[in-house]
């Protein structure tokens, strides 16, 4: 077995026990630092894919703004969820069913792929043309509506969310 | 080298963990957490078969930068709209958000 697989097999292993961790443990906090641990590993498993620009992405965006973002809003919801009880509700033995059958189901469509067991990449050796893709984001012929269109629902999410957020005093008295 | 179905199997898993995290959290914001594992799931989907096997186009990278995109915008809202409803109600749990039920 190549050193390969087995850095790809510890990866997984550490990122599934910690969105299993994520799911399960108790402690919104924790959830929220096991959560940042599970998106390290998925930006390792997008670097081992020879990609090299999406891994800093995850680490900067979802590490560094998402993950904070969500141990801000736990905190500040804290004082009415204390961590006693059960945190998950009385239906968990369904979800657990269907998220078990999910999973079995998927792994037996995909196992009458012919293409699955594909070794051969066809990524180049030294990663992605980032140039390429900068200029396929920004041509007209290529993908340029997408970009605006992103750009406005990053601009709609902003305002809507500083909208939802903000106190409105005059309205509650 | 690694084969492809290393990629799917452990994507499927993540995505699977995620949806039970989503269906069986009590707190709206560990619902928002199961959401972003799944987002991740699908994601590492879209890189693993883009880099096996259509690397010469560019649909995939601009596909999973949209959906970087959209994770974060549906956090900011997601997460604006649970305090907004803290601080009028003061609850998180998703079950007792039924203001709209009519």
Same mark, same amino acid.
């Given at each position: 077995m190549a050193v390969i697989q087995i850095v790809f097999i510890l990866v997984a292993v550490v990122t599934i026990i910690s969105a299993g961790m994520v799911v399960s443990v108790r402690s919104m906090v924790h959830a929220a630092l096991w959560l940042v641990l599970a998106l390290l590993g998925v930006a390792a498993l997008f670097a081992l894919l020879q990609v090299r620009f999406f891994p800093v992405v995850q680490v900067l965006v979802y590490i560094g703004a998402i993950a904070t973002l969500i141990i801000v809003a736990v905190m500040l919801?804290?004082?009415? =969820? #204390? /961590? *006693?009880? &059960?945190?998950?509700? &009385?239906?968990?033995?369904? +979800?657990?069913?269907? &998220? *078990?059958?999910? @999973?079995?189901? =998927? *792994?037996?469509?995909?196992?009458?792929?012919?293409? =699955? =067991?594909?070794?051969?990449? %066809?990524?180049?050796?030294?990663?992605? /043309?980032?140039?390429?893709?900068?200029? %396929? !984001?920004? /041509?007209? +012929?290529?993908?340029?509506?997408? @970009?605006?269109? +992103? &750009? *406005?629902?990053?601009?709609? +999410? !902003?305002?809507?969310?500083? @909208?939802?957020?903000? $106190?409105?005093? $005059?309205? #509650?008295g | 080298m690694i084969p492809l179905s290393w990629y799917l199997i452990f994507s499927t898993a993540l995505f699977c963990v995620g949806l039970f995290g989503v269906l069986a959290r009590k707190n709206a914001i560990g619902i928002l957490m199961g959401v972003e594992l799944m987002l991740n799931a699908v994601n590492l989907n879209l890189l693993a078969f883009w880099s096996y096997l259509y690397a010469a186009q560019m649909n995939g990278l601009v596909f999973v930068a949209i959906v970087f995109i959209t994770a974060s915008a549906e956090v900011a809202v997601g997460l604006a709209l649970i305090i907004s409803v803290y601080r009028c109600r003061r609850i998180v749990v998703a079950d007792e958000m039924t203001e709209l039920r009519g």
């Open positions: 919801t804290r004082q009415v =969820m #204390q /961590d *006693v009880g &059960s945190q998950l509700n &009385s239906n968990w033995w369904l +979800a657990a069913f269907v &998220s *078990v059958t999910l @999973f079995i189901g =998927m *792994v037996w469509a995909l196992s009458n792929w012919p293409g =699955m =067991m594909t070794t051969t990449r %066809a990524v180049p050796p030294g990663g992605e /043309d980032i140039v390429a893709f900068g200029k %396929a !984001l920004t /041509d007209p +012929a290529g993908f340029v509506i997408p @970009f605006e269109v +992103a &750009s *406005v629902l990053l601009l709609g +999410a !902003l305002i809507g969310a500083i @909208f939802l957020a903000t $106190e409105r005093k $005059e309205k #509650q | -």
